[in-house]
């Protein structure tokens, strides 16, 4: 039988469940298409209280978060996923505009487990997501 750990990691619909935080509306329209087509469950909010409240409800498998969110920033988002037992281990990419060399270190610092700057290819979104969820 599967451990609570296992079970949570599934996603309603069997397929792995990333929640995308950003609050511009076409980059969130392009990253749930592009992760949809990829086959994946994407659940999408605009701001970082929003944030936090579905992943603590929906315990997803990664998180696509960017740095400038309304309510919380992500680097406070990323804080309290840390802090929370049932979501330490889950995956975040940080998607940002802000890509200095501080702003990218005070996120992996904060415990993001990947950066992907904006703009970005779409391929190469699918493609750390991958590699998150294989590691």
Do not use: H, W
Not at 41 to 53: I, P, Q, R, S, Y
Not at 54 to 65: G, H
Not at 109 to 119: E, S, Y
């Amino acid at each position: 039988m599967p451990s609570d750990a296992i079970v949570s990691l599934i996603s309603m619909s069997g397929r792995p469940l990333i929640l995308c935080a950003d609050d511009d509306e076409d980059i969130l329209a392009l990253v749930s298409l592009r992760l949809e087509r990829a086959g994946y469950e994407v659940t999408c909010v605009g701001d970082g209280e929003a944030a936090v409240a579905v992943a603590q409800e929906r315990q997803p498998d990664a998180v696509v978060l960017d740095l400038m969110l309304p309510r919380r920033n992500g680097i406070e988002v990323l804080a309290e996923l840390r802090a929370d037992p049932g979501l330490t281990e889950t995956k975040v990419l940080l998607l940002s505009a802000r890509v200095n060399d501080g702003d990218v270190a005070r996120g992996l610092d904060a415990g993001a487990d990947a950066f992907l700057a904006k703009p970005f290819r779409a391929n190469d979104l699918v493609e750390r997501i991958e590699e998150l969820l294989a590691a």
